[in-house]
């Protein structure tokens, strides 16, 4: 089961990150399967502060999905190494060439 209920808009002061772990604690609670930076829309999406906030909250037991803002190799690798299980793009096909083409270098 999925519950997305972090906001869209980058926001970080201790108030709000307490609000977030709540949520993502609750969303644990609740029987979701993994939580959600945010529906990938709006203008604001995953952040490495947020990914890791959710991540030091329910990882390992959840994952945790990455959504909006995700359109590189780059920024996919990023939130993998903040704790990111999941990853929703739009750019889905950009990011799987640049992975070829880096491991065609790499080899």
């Known amino acids: ?28 609670k609740a029987g979701a399967d993994y939580v959600k930076t945010s529906t990938g829309f709006g203008t ?17 037991r959840l994952g945790v999905k ?10 996919a690798l990023d939130v993998i190494r903040a704790g990111a299980t999941r990853i929703g793009a739009t750019a889905t096909e950009k990011i799987i060439e640049s992975w070829i083409k880096f491991q065609a270098k790499t080899s």
Request: hydrophobic fraction near 35%; charge should be negative; proline fraction near 4%.
């Open 1 to 28: 089961m999925k519950i997305s209920c972090f906001t869209n808009e980058p926001i970080w002061d201790s108030k709000v990150d307490k609000l977030k772990t709540v949520r993502s604690e609750l969303q644990d």
């Open 44 to 60: 604001g999406g995953a952040t490495i502060h947020d990914i890791e906030l959710m991540y030091e909250t329910v990882g390992p």
């Open 66 to 75: 990455a959504a909006g803002g995700v359109r590189s190799l780059e920024t």
